[in-house]
């Protein structure tokens, strides 16, 4: 019997927060662990990529790299929205960079071969001097691509599931708390550059225990934060900060 890794054994880590400690230090630092997480969640989870308003038009489009697995989403001229993953067929030259809007032809920046918006190849230079060329095998695979609540999401699974099987009940929740009288609109993106492990980004993001210390002077008049908590004193709502 094969011993499991001891990156891989949970230690104190239980699925009950109120018992739980943190994962073990090698669930951050080891190698394999991420590449078991690369395939595990972020290339079997439907990922966020764009606001729907970023790919309105047709011809609009948006890239993005889901850990190593370059992919595009675009507005088809037939007004579908559609993922591929962003190689060319010939050399794997990334086909799209940023995001704007083609016209109705994605050309490869090295060889020039020239796609349709829905990836499949219409052009390939000198390909008629090639006997049983057949530009219908070189079309670019596609990704899973969903929209919820007008939030752009993508898959590289082909079996997951839809996204309102997966999360039910979510496209009310969103529109319960979206603020808004119609649709959002994309303004701005803010990309951060973090030097640590995902999880530990994540591990602060759910709970707000620094939230008192770190945050009061941003935020003072949220309730149930209660008072300065450097002055030692009980929060609005009842429990000692």
Known sequence: MTETPAALELGRFS?????????PSAWHVDPAVLEREWDRIFWRSWILVAH????????AYITADLVGQPIFVIRSEDGELRAFYNVCHHRGHLLLEGKGVVGSRITC??????????ASLRGARMSDRMEG?????????G?????????????????????TEVYPGLVDELD?????DGPLVSVDTTTFDIGGNWKNVGDNLFECYHCHPAWWETAPRCATWGRDPR???RCSS???C
């Open 15 to 23: 699925p009950d927060p109120g018992r739980s400690f943190t994962l």
């Open 52 to 59: 729907e308003s970023e790919v309105e038009e047709p011809g």
């Open 109 to 118: 920046p090295y060889r020039a071969w020239a796609y349709d918006s829905s």
């Open 133 to 141: 060329f057949d530009h219908d095998e070189f079309t670019v695979p």
């Open 143 to 163: 990704v899973r691509v969903e929209v919820l609540s007008e939030f752009v999401f993508v898959n590289l699974d082909d079996d997951a599931r839809p996204m």
């Open 176 to 180: 319960r708390l979206a603020f808004r």
């Open 231 to 233: 002055r030692s004193v």
């Open 238 to 240: 009842g429990p000692t």
